[in-house]
């Protein structure tokens, strides 16, 4: 055991026995599991290319309560312009009243913290904070262990939340901890429809991990869109698993767009349970610098008849390196499964680099399975017709930068966040030169 | 306007080009033609300045400067335009946008100021028309999903939008039906102007029948083993290249 792990194991004895004894129960399982498992090293076939040990050296010690100071107007800078959204807001893994804006809730919906539904909804968490699967990582078992509070989100039968919730994750500086380590419950009731925008922030150039774990329960019919914004500071940890149970029907659409951070994971798993579920997944991550990227998505066709989608792209400049694997189980009894995944990157530098691992495992015979993963540079070709075309050799490669990730923005339909990205993908990638004299289809 | 002499170049190693000479003056137009392979489009892309494209020997002037030290994007704006044999498809960059950069890019390298929002829509607008094109085009990614003829008529209006000096069409004509071939026509005998040539790279004599050509060249594996007026590509139609390549090997 090293220090960092008894730094956590320590911390854990100051916080037991405070929650309900249900829950208690779990937290304390899951610290077994943390003691048993300890981290993930590079000898776990599933971090195989992610090495985490940066994290431990470290040693963040657990945030116990939100960072003071934190204003309103801190968080305003980071809206997305043009969005009329519902705000939450978690700072250090906490949720903070004062820093929401929920006051015009339609009926059907609830928006609170999940320390407040712990109280408030104790038999719903308690049919949904389920144990650990089994072999959960170190990290996991960790956020079990800890969690105490987060965004706990439901919507009621056939009610449509028309307005996006805007969710802040921010972290404040230090003070008050450094390991945030919130966790986050969506609950859709049958045909129930909402937009959920979890957008990371640093409001301060420091250091901290966010070990994050989210649950989406999808009934019947439901659907959600839901955006996920990284832009953490580069000195920034992240590591967070989504688990997505779809129902019949239900459709999932995801965008994670990451632009910041120094050591990224994501674990994404969607479980198709039934017949006509529908998981779209999309995603961009521009890297630079020694940033690491790793998305590591598994889709479960648990029943006949659903659909998957993943389209994720890179762009990777300086040492950067990303990770992506997709790992999609067909079951034997889900025949008629429609999937696809593409992840494609391109390649800025010569010392970027990108690990890619489609793992397909099929155990039904009528279905419909493709993928493809693509490492590549700027294409030749195209940048020479640019240049014949009189556009200079920098500009070009700029323009076809921006060209390759637009794909990507194309699939965002909610428009304030798609000129948000825009504004800042051009800035990133087109050194001044504006975006929508780029953008196809205007 | 454009002279050259004695050109060699190679692709990947692989000599094609074995001593070109052609100059073409102001305001000509000259068609050349081959069999395939004998390095017409290795010529488009030496004379545009396609990376990869080595000269060994050999010198190209382009309005009395030397035009090989130039990158592509300067011969660019000094005038040289390539209609490519094969357009490529540009996903994420939309037409309008690179009808755009192309023409500012010209512009300002004419010492001519670059055109505003109102004043570009119309003029595009208007070569639209000019090789009858929809204008559902512009929006679109550059070439992307474009049928073959319709990535022929984007090059044209591409040409017909950036007025260049010296046009090289590689077979802009191929792969057209009939009245498409009259569209390309009409585009290039409306740029026709006493200061503008046309280099035209082409397999077939229809199309000189609408665009006569001061000169026809006949190059075969890698040098001009013929030059002739319009008659020799009449003559070619009927004979085929069989005496002009045992001549030139012989
Ligand atoms: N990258 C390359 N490596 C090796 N050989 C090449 C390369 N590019 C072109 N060539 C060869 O150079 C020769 C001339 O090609 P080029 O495209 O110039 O012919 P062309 O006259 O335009 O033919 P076509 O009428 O079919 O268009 C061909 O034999 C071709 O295979
Ligand atoms: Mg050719």
Known sequence: MNGTQRLYLDAYESTAGRQPAWLDALRSDAVERFRKAGFPTLRDEDWKYTNTSPIEKAGFAPAGAPGAGVRSRDLDEQAFRGLDALRATLVDGFFVSELAAL?????????????????????????????????????????AAFASDGVFVQVDDGVQLERPLHLMIAASGPGSGQTHQPRNLVLLGAGARATLIEHFVSLADEAYLLNLHTDVHMAEGSRLEHYRLQQHNLKAFHIDGLDVRLAADAVYTGHAVDLGGRLVRHELKASLDAPGAEAHLNGLYLTSGRQHVDHFTHVDHNAPGAVSREFYKGILDGRSRAVFHGRIVVHPDAQKTDSAQENKNLL????????????LEIYADDVKCSHGATVGQIDMDSLFYLRSRGIDEKMARDLLTWAFANDVLARIGLRPIRDALERILGAALLHGHASTEVEPGQ | MLSIKNLHATVDGKTILRGIDLEVGAGEVHAIMGPNGSGKSTLANVLAGRPGYEVTEGSVRYQGEDLLVLAPEERARKGIFLAFQYPVEIPGVSNIYLLKAALNAARVARGESELDAMDFLALVKQRLALVEMKEEFLYRAVNEGFSGGEKKRNELLQMAIIEPTLAIMDETDSGLDIDALKVVANGVNGLRDPKRSFVMVTHYQRLLDYIVPDHVHVLVAGRIAKSGDKSLALELEKEGYGRITEAANG
């Open chain 1, 103 to 143: 006051d015009e809730l339609p009926e059907g919906v609830r928006v609170c913290s999940l320390a407040t539904a712990l109280v408030e909804h104790a038999e719903l968490l308690r049919a949904h904070l389920g144990p650990l699967p089994e072999g959960s990582h170190g990290y996991r078992a960790l956020n």
């Open chain 1, 348 to 359: 800025l530098s010569r010392d970027a680099e990108v690990d890619t691992k489609p793992q």
